[in-house]
Structure formats: C-alpha cells, structure tokens
C-alpha cells in the first residue's frame, strides 16, 4: 500500500544544514506532485515546498525561499528537502505529502537550537 517514509531529521545548530528524505512505496513517485509540510506545537501544519510531476517547478513558502530546495530522484522513489541556513524557527516536524488522493508520511523532527 502507499507508503512515505521521512528520514534525515535531527538537532542542528543555527545556520548549519540538513538534508531530508522520504521514500515511497506501493507508486510511482513520477506521476504525483510532491510536497514538504512543516507543523511546530501549536501551530497549523503549513506547507514548504513544493515539486511537480515532471520537477520543472517548484514553489516556496517565502520564510524558507532562498534557503530550503525540494528535489526529486523519479528512479529511486524519493523526494528531498535540502535546508540550509536553518534558523530556530525552522524548529517543527516535517512531513512528506503526496497530492492528488492525499498521503503523508509519519513526519520527522528537526530541532534548530544552539
């Protein structure tokens, strides 16, 4: 059935980096739009970034634009979020969502803290 796995979260200094992954399963990755959502506690889950089907476009939230890149690799099912210069406010579970039908992934929780 389809799954999203996240990976790659973790504590992480002020302006340091990291990179999340989540793997699909049970589809093709190629044929849906992807997207990165973030929810810090007490705050509505908001939307990241976002990559077509074919990856041509892409879309940022304006607090992360300039900083964060989603990427996709079609042949190894899987969608990346690359976060540089990461701030304290970047602090929240992020969660991979599969658009058209709607699928997310059990998220994975990155700190930003010194």
């Known amino acids: 059935q389809v799954q999203l796995v996240e990976s790659g979260g973790g504590l992480v200094q002020p302006g340091g980096s990291l990179r999340l992954s989540c793997v699909a399963s049970?589809?093709?990755?190629?044929?849906?739009?992807m997207s990165w959502y973030r929810q810090a506690p007490g705050e509505e889950r908001e939307l990241v970034a976002t990559?077509?089907?074919?990856?041509?476009?892409?879309y940022y939230a304006d607090s992360v634009k300039g900083r964060f890149t989603i990427s996709r690799a079609n042949a190894e099912n899987t969608v990346y979020l690359q976060m540089n210069s990461l701030k304290p406010e970047d602090t929240a579970v992020y969660y991979c969502?599969?658009?058209?039908?709607?699928?997310w992934g059990q998220g994975t929780q990155v700190t930003v803290s010194s």
């Open positions: 969502y599969r658009h058209r039908g709607g699928y």
């Open positions: 990559v077509t089907t074919a990856g041509s476009s892409t």
């Open positions: 049970g589809f093709s990755l190629s044929s849906y739009t």
